[in-house]
């Protein structure tokens, strides 16, 4: 079965620190990657998303992400985060069986 | 566009009546939609796929009997929790995709969640 892993469970930055969380999945076949955000609150966001092509994908608010076959991951960037930053971020891998299969999730925490 | 609604977005029941969630597809035709529980400060794990007009599939642990999911047009999928006990409380998401296979037609898109509380 496919599975999607994030090592980092819990992230404190400082402002304009910069981030990298990790993203690593079991599956060998073509995938479709996401890295999602929800705020304190709120609900999913779709911070980014990779199908194919360029392996470096930019997303909204700063965050980028980068697809490493030869890896299975798929890591977020942010090179200097902020305050308003603060929430759980997850990664997901659809195989093309339609299901969509989250990580355990990354809370982050940024302290002013 | 690509929008989602979920309603109610927040429920309280008492245990062992029934609390139905809708979720609308607002500008899209979506023939598949997802049903996901989040428990608190837990990843979202998948209930169920549903696709318009069949009968929905159930992840392994999934009572299909105590959460009843009803796709009956391209727009519209329900949740029904019968007989809800305390341990049905959770937030339950929707997720809704168009048709199609492979690339772009993977992405869904999500609903904003539907707290449930069990009294």
């Known amino acids: 079965a496919q599975s999607v892993s994030q090592h980092n469970h819990h992230v404190i930055l400082s402002e304009a620190a910069s981030l990298e969380l990790g993203c690593n999945y079991s599956?060998?076949?073509?995938?479709?990657l996401f890295w999602y955000v929800q705020y304190p609150g709120q609900h999913l966001q779709l911070l980014l998303k990779?199908?194919?092509?360029?392996?470096l994908v930019k997303g909204i608010k700063g965050f980028e992400a980068e697809f490493i076959k030869s890896k299975f991951s798929f890591n977020l960037r942010k090179p200097s985060v902020q305050w308003s930053d603060t929430a759980e971020y997850f990664c997901a891998v659809n195989t093309g069986f339609q299901k969509l299969v989250f990580g355990t999730g990354t809370r982050l925490l940024v302290s002013p | 566009g690509a929008v989602v609604s979920q309603h109610p977005s927040r429920v309280i029941c008492k245990s062992g009546t029934s609390v139905k969630i809708e979720c609308r597809s607002l500008?899209?035709?979506?023939?598949?939609m997802f049903w996901y529980r989040q428990f608190p400060k837990q990843s979202l794990m998948l209930m169920a796929t549903s696709n318009e007009g069949s009968k929905a599939t159930y992840e392994q642990g999934v009572e299909k009997d105590k959460f009843l999911i009803n796709h009956a047009s391209l727009t519209l999928s329900t949740l029904t929790v019968t007989s809800a006990h305390p341990e049905d409380s959770s937030f339950y998401i929707c997720s809704a995709k168009t048709g199609g296979v492979g690339g772009i037609y993977n992405e869904q898109f999500f609903g904003p969640g539907t707290r449930l509380t069990v009294l």
């Open positions: 500008d899209f035709q979506a023939t598949t």
């Open positions: 990779y199908f194919s092509g360029d392996p």
């Open positions: 599956y060998g076949g073509t995938v479709n």
